[in-house]
């Protein structure tokens, strides 16, 4: 059973940093097709970052490009947003989650369908 959990979440000024872990099991795709999300209070919840099919690279959304990074850990079971000048406008709920490689290894299932339970970031201006 793939489970993931993200930790480190918190209240952070306007202008610095956080960094943002997810810890997975039973997923053995790891890091590919695993993504970044969050939910803002009133507002959708949206794809900030992830990491493609293998040797398809990564995504960032436009309003995190160059700010924010994404990384694995060598054994592969831990995935981390590396969130720098963070911004009011980053205050939401960030989630990770994943969808799995078809079996070509060459591109991701359609649908994240499995996901942790959020970490709460919150910016002040």
């Known amino acids: 059973q793939v489970q993931l959990l993200e930790s480190g979440g918190g209240s952070v000024q306007a202008g610095g940093s956080l960094r943002l872990s997810c810890t997975t099991s039973?997923?053995?795709?790891?890091?590919?097709?695993t993504g970044w999300f969050r939910q803002a209070p009133g507002k959708d919840r949206e794809e900030i970052a992830a990491?493609?099919?293998?040797?398809?690279?990564?995504y960032f959304h436009d309003s995190v490009k160059g700010r924010f990074s994404i990384s694995h850990n060598v054994a592969k079971t831990g995935l981390y947003l590396q969130m720098n000048s963070l911004k009011p406008e980053d205050t939401a709920i960030y989630y990770c989650a994943t969808r799995g490689v078809r079996r070509t290894g060459e591109d991701c299932y359609h649908d994240y369908n499995y996901w942790g339970p959020g970490t709460q970031v919150t910016v002040a201006s």
């Open positions: 039973g997923y053995t795709d790891n890091p590919y097709c």
């Open positions: 990491f493609h099919a293998p040797g398809r690279g990564t």
